[in-house]
């Protein structure tokens, strides 16, 4: 790589930088182009990607979270392709492909990895017996939003409300159907049950296309039906989840697995 500024050329330079992501301070290893000359740093396409690679394992280490190596290596440890820990974890291939690049999952994914890497399946207690489903989870929040005459879904929203909503709607179908309706998979963080990786789903739900997945069935529309009855209001069924011991027993971040459904009290 040549300077910017006509130089000589520039030469590798390797060093350990300090950074703040997420409020932690981190040391990471970088790799950049320097002009001898002048000073100029620069890099490529793959060193951006690697320091951010850096930067995410990083932070996993510090979180006490899996890093991409390490997910990798367990992989490999059982034989396993990208495409087997999906069907363990009935999770999509895009996110094992995240997790063992930069993509930095949650504590209960982390759970729900490490289970799958000591060879136990989590996909049915996960998902609620049911592959992950963006569209599905547009079509069920399409059908509320119809049911209580309000939005719920909204751009760069936390989803406070409207994933206590989605919450309650698979958990009321798997018990009562012995499946969940969108595979969704749910935390016990401080304000209640939360739609795991809400922050990188919440746009493309929005953009979602709910006709492009199985239609929802009587059964599910009478159970939506029934959660906007109960919580016409956006605080009753924030309140309600508070009250849930399925959440009240979990501790911060743990995974929320359908198997609770049958301990709801609200509905």
């Known amino acids: ?76 440890k059982l034989n396993l392709t990208q495409d087997d820990l999906v069907k363990k974890m009935s999770v999509g291939i895009a996110s094992i492909k995240r997790w063992e690049g930069a993509g930095i999952q949650s504590k209960s994914m982390d759970q729900a990895l490490r289970s799958a890497l000591h060879g136990q399946n989590t996909g049915d207690s996960c998902t609620g017996n049911r592959s992950f489903s963006l569209p599905r989870i547009k079509l069920v929040f399409v059908e509320l939003e119809k049911a209580l005459g309000k939005k719920l879904l909204k751009k760069n929203d936390k989803m406070l409300f409207a994933a206590k909503y989605l919450w309650y709607a698979d958990m009321i179908a798997h018990r009562e159907t012995g499946q969940s309706m969108t595979g969704a998979t749910y935390a016990a963080l401080p304000l209640g049950p939360q739609l795991n990786n809400y922050r990188e789903l919440i746009e493309d739900i929005i953009k979602a296309d709910p006709s492009s997945d199985e239609p929802l069935s009587p059964e599910e529309k009478r159970i939506l039906t029934r959660v906007a009855l109960r919580f016409p209001r956006e605080q009753l069924v924030l309140k309600a989840a508070h009250g849930e011991p399925a959440w009240k027993k979990k501790s911060n971040g743990q995974l929320i697995p359908y198997t609770d459904s049958g301990e709801l009290t609200a509905l």
């Open 1 to 76: 790589m040549n300077c910017p500024h006509g130089h000589k050329e520039m030469k590798i330079k390797k060093s350990e930088e300090k950074v703040c992501f997420r409020d932690v301070q981190l040391s990471i290893p970088v790799e950049q182009y320097v002009c001898p000359e002048c000073g100029e740093e620069a890099g490529t396409i793959d060193q951006a990607a690697a320091i951010q690679k850096s930067i995410a394992d990083a932070y996993r280490k510090s979180a006490g979270l899996l890093t991409g190596k390490e997910i990798v290596e367990g992989r490999k």
